[in-house]
Structures are given as structure tokens and as C-alpha cells.
């Protein structure tokens, strides 16, 4: 982009101004502006934006034990199911492992709609982080959460966000292996009930139960994912841009 006009740049007067801030109006270089949105704003304007943002460890502390719980209590769903009897079948020894089955699912349950309800609020926030410290995503917020909803979509576009998120291949790695695991989880989980539903044999349920061990793994990789991410992607008014930490310009 070429000179505004012969002007210099507020935080660095020795080089020519590119731009000016969108919001304040300060002239700025290349290094100094950065997209926010569809806002080309300076350092002091994203620190503002930051000041305003939640923390994303918090709702990370939030997310993860529902998370992990959700992973253990699918694995105790799968092996309270081993030997269940067939529907209509009249087994009085069956019913303490029917009941503690029953109970353990409506409990899975609640705990999995509060665990997706809390990480896609640490997701939502994690890429309102990103584009404040300048990360050139082509989503929203809102779009990046409604993708995890969208069939097939659900298995490429939340990972493609989070690893234009990344900015350490130690992040970058945790996504994919999260991708894999989850991807591989569910294929694994579906083959085993179809094979339970038409054959009625403990083939099914065996599946089913390395399903949910994949879960686990993908629990574990989920953790990774958020740790890492939050750590490099939090914004506070220190890190919000290049130039954050630049001396101010003096004011004659």
C-alpha cells in the first residue's frame, strides 16, 4: 500500500504511513495496522477490543471436565451394556444392570448437552481472540460454532478454523490428532450398533466399547487443543499487537 499522503507513522515516525486506523484515525504502517474484521485498526484500538473479551481460560476450565466426562461416561454406557437381554426378554437378574444402564444414559446425556453447550462458548470466544490480535479469518464467530452442526461440514471446517487459529505446530499436531481420533471414533461407534442391532451379538458391543475408548484418546487430544490454543491465542492488552508494547508517540 502506498504512503497516506507523505504522512509518517504514529508508533514508528521513521517510516512512511500506510493507512490509518478505522477507528481512531492515528496514521499507521503495515506493522501497525491489522485487520480486525472488516476494520483495519491499531495497536491501542485492538488493546481496547481485548480489555473488553472474557477470558478464555475461564471457559476453558468450564468446558473441559464436562468434556472428559462425557468421553468416561460413554465408556461406562458401553460396558454396562455388555449382556444386556434382548428387549421383551424376562430376566429378573437383569434388572440392577438394566436400571444402573438406564440411569447411566440419561446421565450421559445431560452431561454431553452441557459439555457441547460450554465448549462451543470457549470455541466462540476463541476465534473473537483470534481476529482481535489480527488472525485473517474468513469466519465468524457464530459460523465458526454452527459448523460444528452441519453434517459432513462438521468433519473439516471446525479443525481447518482451529488450525488457522494455530500459530505453533505443537497446536497444529493437536488438531489434526483430535480430527483423527473424533472422525474415527464415531465410524468405529456407528459400525459396532448397526453390527449389535442386526446380529444381537457381543461382536457389536466389543466395537463398541474401542468406540468409546477412542473417545477417550479424542478427550485427551481435545484437552491438548484447548491448552494450546488458549495459550497462544488469549488476548490481553500487552500482546494485542506488534507495536503494543512501542513506546507512544510524543505529543508536542
Known amino acids: 500500500m502506498s504512503s497516506e499522503n507523505g504522512s509518517l507513522c504514529a508508533t514508528h515516525p521513521e517510516r512512511a504511513a500506510t493507512g490509518v486506523c478505522e477507528r481512531c484515525g492515528v496514521f499507521g504502517c503495515g506493522e501497525c495496522l491489522t485487520l480486525l474484521g472488516e476494520l483495519r485498526l491499531c495497536a491501542a484500538c485492538r488493546a481496547r477490543e481485548a480489555v473488553g473479551l472474557p477470558s478464555l481460560a475461564g471457559r476453558a476450565r468450564l468446558a473441559m471436565p464436562f468434556v472428559w466426562a462425557t468421553a468416561g461416561l460413554g465408556l461406562v454406557v458401553s460396558l454396562l451394556s455388555f449382556g444386556v437381554p434382548a428387549e421383551g426378554s424376562e430376566d429378573p437378574g437383569a434388572v440392577p444392570q438394566v436400571v444402573a444402564l438406564g440411569c447411566s444414559g440419561i446421565l450421559y446425556l445431560g452431561v454431553f448437552i452441557t459439555g457441547v453447550v460450554l465448549f462451543c462458548r470457549w470455541f466462540h470466544l476463541l476465534v473473537r481472540h483470534a481476529k482481535a490480535g489480527g ?118
Request: hydrophobic fraction near 45%; charged fraction near 10%.
Open 135 to 252: 488472525a485473517p479469518l474468513d469466519t465468524t464467530p457464530a459460523a465458526a460454532v454452527g459448523s460444528f452442526f452441519i453434517p459432513f461440514v462438521n468433519l473439516v471446517r471446525p479443525y481447518a478454523i482451529a488450525k488457522q487459529i494455530s500459530t505453533t505446530s505443537t497446536a497444529a499436531s493437536a488438531v489434526g490428532q483430535w480430527q483423527a481420533l473424533w472422525i474415527g471414533a464415531n465410524i468405529v461407534t456407528n459400525v459396532g450398533a448397526r453390527l449389535e442391532g442386526k446380529t444381537g451379538s457381543s461382536a457389536g458391543e466389543l466395537i463398541g466399547l474401542f468406540g468409546s475408548l477412542l473417545f477417550l484418546g479424542a478427550a485427551w487430544a481435545c484437552q491438548r487443543v484447548v491448552a494450546e490454543l488458549t495459550k497462544t491465542t488469549e488476548l490481553t492488552p500487552e500482546s494485542s499487537g506488534p507495536s503494543a508494547s512501542a513506546p507512544a508517540p510524543s505529543v508536542p
